[in-house]
Nanobody
Framework: QVQLVESGGGLVQSGDSLTLSCVVSGRTFDGYSMGWFRQAPGKERDFVAA???????SYADSVKGRFTISRDNAKNTMYLEMNGLKPEDTAVYYCASARVYATTRMPSLYDYWGRGTQVTVSS
């Protein structure tokens, strides 16, 4: 059984930093790319960042330069370092494991999803 468990969310102020983690079990972690998505109340789930199985990352324009995605294949863990947080970053953040090696922004190419962790940024 494949499980993805996110952690690290919380309530912070504008300009603060947070690092999210996603631990994967039940799947060969280094065989697939991984991604972060987020969903704000009343909005669709949006792509945030993705990282290939060999570590190459890609980002949504809205977070480029502020967020950094990384992975530790030895720990089956992916991270999202978020700096310079803004109120518009407030959302539930989901990690996902793709069925491909390369980075992808398409939710349909992700096989498994975590339950999400809430990030709230106050102004």
């Amino acid at each position: 059984q494949v499980q993805l468990v996110e952690s690290g969310g919380g309530l912070v102020q504008s300009g603060d930093s947070l690092t999210l983690s996603c631990v994967v079990s039940g799947r060969t972690f280094d065989g697939y790319s991984m991604g972060w998505f987020r969903q704000a109340p009343g909005k669709e789930r949006d792509f945030v960042a993705a990282i290939a199985n060999v570590g190459f990352g890609s980002y949504a324009d809205s977070v480029k330069g502020r967020f950094t995605i990384s992975r530790d294949n030895a720990k089956n863990t992916m991270y999202l370092e978020m700096n310079g947080l803004k109120p518009e970053d407030t959302a539930v953040y989901y990690c996902a494991s793709a069925r491909v090696y390369a980075t992808t922004r398409m939710p349909s190419l992700y096989d498994y999803w975590g339950r999400g962790t809430q990030v709230t940024v106050s102004s």
